[in-house]
């Protein structure tokens, strides 16, 4: 069974593939996670401009379970083999130990896998926010599933898709802090894995800080991935405050010439 159910899982992977956002490698790379359950999650890489802001396929995966309050993580796959890091990174994430089965398989001890099933169902079962307000309120809802155990400063964003779908990401830390991700590109990677489309718009709060906007990385990542976009952020009790990512960023290095 685990043979069946990794090639299984791969199958899934490959599925996904075409997601992936490779503009400057044009080299596609995708990956699934399979939960305890049977369900599975996809994640697919996420490439910018600002080549160390890369969000690798499986960690595009992982981040999407953290949000969905998904850490049942059993087993791994990739459409490439995985770096030599990688049952580490996983291993440290959700604090049980993974190996390689195989150059493209990660599994948890001797877990035994179940057989994949559906993707798991991460849209936010509600209809598109009728105002700012209930646009933030979604995310407020979202931050609540925030993974932070280093800083307790939860961060929630929602991606809402032409198509009326709404894309949770929170911040979700790892033990080595280069690992973690903010909401905001948790969202977009999200988005780009569950071939949500464009976007409309992108709900933004943070509780503990009703001031705070976007870091500069993520402006970085909005402005390549979701230009002209509204970015709604909450501000407590104050009307919520809108921004695109051309004003957040400025000037924003496109990498034009890095795709010629």
């Not at 790379?29 to 401009?49: F, K, Q």
């Not at 990385?217 to 909005?222: I, M, N, T």
Request: glycine share 8%.
């Amino acid at each position: 069974m685990p043979d069946a159910a990794l090639d299984a899982l791969r199958e899934r992977a490959r599925s996904v593939l075409d997601r992936a956002y490779v503009p400057y490698s044009r080299t596609p790379e995708a990956a699934a996670l399979l939960l305890a359950d049977g369900a599975w999650v996809p994640g697919v890489r996420v490439e910018t401009a600002s080549y160390p802001l890369l969000i690798p396929a499986l960690l595009a995966a992982y981040y999407a379970a953290r949000c969905a309050g998904r850490a049942d993580v059993v087993a791994a796959v990739q459409t490439r083999p995985f770096p030599a890091d990688a049952p580490a990174v996983l291993s440290a994430a959700l604090v049980r130990p993974f190996h390689l089965a195989a150059p493209d398989a990660l599994v948890a001890g001797d877990a035994a896998l179940p057989e994949p099933g559906e993707v798991l169902d991460l849209f936010l079962d509600a209809p598109p926010p009728v105002g700012a307000a209930e646009g933030v309120a979604l995310a407020e809802a979202v931050a609540r599933r925030a993974h932070v155990p280093e800083s307790g400063f939860p961060v929630g964003c929602v991606a809402e898709a032409e198509d009326g779908r709404l894309v949770p990401g929170c911040n979700v830390e790892h033990a080595d802090w280069t690992r973690g991700l903010c909401a905001e590109r948790v969202t977009l990677a999200a988005a780009r894995g569950y071939g949500a489309g464009a976007l409309r718009r992108l709900y933004l709060t943070c509780p503990r800080d009703p001031r705070a906007t976007p870091c500069g990385a993520c402006r970085q990542v909005l402005a390549e991935l979701a230009p002209g976009v509204p970015v709604v952020m909450g501000r407590g009790a104050a009307p919520p405050e809108v921004a695109t990512p051309e004003r957040l960023l400025p000037g924003a290095f496109a990498g034009d010439a890095l795709r010629a």
